[in-house]
């Protein structure tokens, strides 16, 4: 029988790396097993919630290529039914009302504290009987969990965990304002959504026995739990924006492709021998939880470009000419046509790290000849009144020239040109490098010179020789 994982993350926000790893682990945990992934949306803070940023995990979701199945579950809709099994629990007696107030609970844990012992709730109200006719107003409903004993799992990631009841105090269940707690609403939400599987943050190990001690006072299977380490930044501190915990669509913006992250957020945690590339195929077919590492992760820069750098090279020129046009600062008056630029990106694939590198890099192709920028220093290197000479006695042979899509061609009629004059090809290659691009940097002047065709790349020359 398949599994059932699920992704729940809080619109209080963008989904960043941490979130995005979480999801990318869950999705494939579920589809190694050939199983079933959900997304819950956990929208009960309402202030800070918002549909912007529940739109904006989706969409992250679906660039990464892990969207959920069905339709996602909203807890915001959900609060009728939290309370209906808050109120079960209080049938059963294994919930009960109280009203201390915060100041009287804030009481028991500094008294507790001064006698050494857990800060908690001391069940003040556990056993109070109640009038059933009674305004129970501002109260709030606590659960009743066992007072000795232990609360024990075996964690997907860490291993054998246990808790000691007694160091867990009566949580509260529903609040005075009568919404329901995180705790509950995960436990009801997991068991109806049939979740069998819950990676997540280590940040939630502390929730897992309360969890678990709500399953069993249902009396529900509870599921297999596992919980990853957080990541940290080069400098092994919480990762922060500083270190690249950006949100996934910032990366997308960056020029970074959704296969390159994924990957790399997969190796950020879970490994398989010394293997660091990895299909979306193999990653399925490879996944284990007994993979998955128990300490930290460092996120590293330089280990995701060299990964992107891989992916572009790895992708053919027809994608990546759909995905660069919306990497150039300023398109207006660009030649982007698909099928133009992907008649040069093969020279850039093996140069750029990043789509936003490879725009800057292909800037001078797309780039008309009357609006092309000279670098002013390479002009004054390079197009010096000799090389002007040797490039005015060339032009006529470009002119001649029928086929610029034989780059070997172009390239042998210019060192027949250099050979009857006794000079090496480094006499006009870097000045007509800088005529051809503005730069004295660029991928192979032949293959360059092919790649802006004939007409563009006679109306360069000239124009060098006119008017600089």
């Known amino acids: 029988m398949g599994i059932t994982t699920r992704f729940a993350p809080s619109p209080t926000g963008y989904l960043h790396i941490g979130g995005a790893r979480t999801a990318l682990f869950s999705w494939l945990l579920a589809k190694s097993k050939g199983g079933h992934f959900l997304l819950r949306v956990e929208d009960t803070d309402r202030e800070r919630s918002t549909p912007q940023a529940t739109e904006a995990i989706i969409k992250a979701m679906a660039w990464l290529d892990l969207a959920a199945e069905g339709t996602a579950v909203f807890q915001s809709d959900r609060f009728d039914i939290y309370n ?8 059963t007696g294994r919930a009960y ?26 069940g003040h109200c556990r056993e109070m009987g109640l009038d059933p006719g009674e305004n129970r107003s501002g109260w709030v409903v606590r659960f009743k969990g066992p ?9 997907m990631v860490k291993g054998p965990t246990a808790v000691q009841n007694a160091e867990m105090d009566d949580m509260i269940l529903r609040r005075s304002d009568g919404t329901p707690t995180y705790n509950l609403a995960v436990v009801v939400d997991d068991h109806e959504m049939g979740v069998t599987h819950v990676l997540r943050g280590d940040d939630h190990v502390a929730n897992t026995p309360r969890q678990i001690q709500l399953y069993h006072a249902f009396g529900w299977q509870e599921p297999q739990f596992g919980h990853v380490p957080m990541i940290l930044g080069p400098d092994k ?51 284990s939880t007994d993979n998955l590492g128990s300490s930290p992760s460092v996120f590293d820069m330089k280990k995701l470009d060299w990964l992107n750098a ?8 027809e994608r990546l000419a759909g995905l660069l046009p919306e990497f150039f600062e300023n398109p207006e008056g660009l030649n982007l046509d698909p099928k133009y630029l992907a008649s040069f990106i093969p020279l850039l694939q093996p140069r750029a790290k990043t789509l936003v590198e490879m725009a800057q890099m ?3 192709f797309v780039t008309p000849a ?29 002119e001649a020239a029928t086929d610029y899509a034989d780059h070997k061609a172009l390239e042998a009629a210019t060192q027949a040109f250099l050979d009857e004059r006794g000079l090496k090809f480094k006499a006009v290659a870097q000045p007509l490098r800088v005529a051809l691009t503005g730069k004295t940097a660029s991928p192979g002047l032949f293959e360059t010179m092919s790649a802006l065709g004939k007409d563009e790349a006679l109306k360069r020359v000239k124009r060098a020789l006119l008017s600089l």
């Open 84 to 91: 209906s099994y808050i109120d079960k629990l209080l049938s």
């Open 97 to 122: 009302w109280c009203n201390c107030t915060p100041e009287q609970v804030e009481a028991m844990r500094e008294k507790a504290r001064a006698e050494g012992k857990k800060p908690k709730y001391d």
């Open 147 to 155: 007072l000795d004993g232990v609360t024990a799992f075996n964690d």
């Open 237 to 287: 501190a919480k990762l922060s924006k500083r270190h690249g915990a950006l949100s996934v669509m910032e990366y997308k913006n960056m020029g970074y492709l959704p296969e390159a992250l994924v990957n790399y957020l997969a190796r950020l945690g879970w490994s398989y021998g010394d293997q660091e590339i990895f299909s979306r195929e193999e990653l399925i077919k490879l996944f």
């Open 310 to 317: 891989h992916y572009i090279k790895e992708s053919t020129a």
């Open 362 to 364: 292909a800037l001078f």
């Open 370 to 398: 009357d609006k092309l920028a000279y670098d002013p220093k390479a002009v004054a290197a390079q197009l010096t009144p000799e090389s002007k000479a040797l490039l005015t006695e060339l032009l006529p042979i470009y």
